[in-house]
């Protein structure tokens, strides 16, 4: 306030003098509560995690950029109205990936079921009629 009031009467040639002062009062005093300590170990234990806290953000950045430009795209494609195209060519373009592997697990699999059923045939075959 000095300040001010030197500044003024230099800049006007008269004096200014406020109309009131006003002291900021101190906050009274609390006493320590047992809070303290946890605060305290709080602090320290995120002072301690924050660095595998960084580690976390920066590994899983380019996740969650790679989720985002996939939620970009999709709902860009469902505004367009492109999505069904895109998903008709999607399911050829699957089904195209998964022939030979379908294919492999019949050649695989059909002569033991070819097996089976031979079996099942010659056992009924070799029963008596009253049992079946």
Excluded: D, Q
């Amino acid at each position: 306030m000095r300040a001010l009031h030197t500044t003024l009467a230099l800049e006007t040639g008269t004096a200014w003098t406020p109309a009131m002062f006003v002291k900021a009062r101190r906050p009274a005093r609390t006493p320590a509560k047992a809070t303290t300590t946890w605060a305290t170990m709080r602090g320290a234990a995120l002072f301690l995690l924050a660095p595998f806290v960084g580690l976390l953000y920066a590994v899983l950045l380019p996740f969650v950029g790679l989720g985002m430009l996939a939620w970009f795209a999709v709902r860009t494609f469902v505004e367009t109205g492109r999505l069904a195209t895109l998903l008709r060519a999607g399911r050829k373009a699957l089904l195209v990936a998964c022939a030979p592997f379908a294919a492999l697990a019949y050649v695989v699999a059909l002569p033991f079921i070819g097996l089976a059923v031979l079996a099942w045939f010659g056992v009924t075959a070799m029963m008596p009629a009253a049992v079946r």
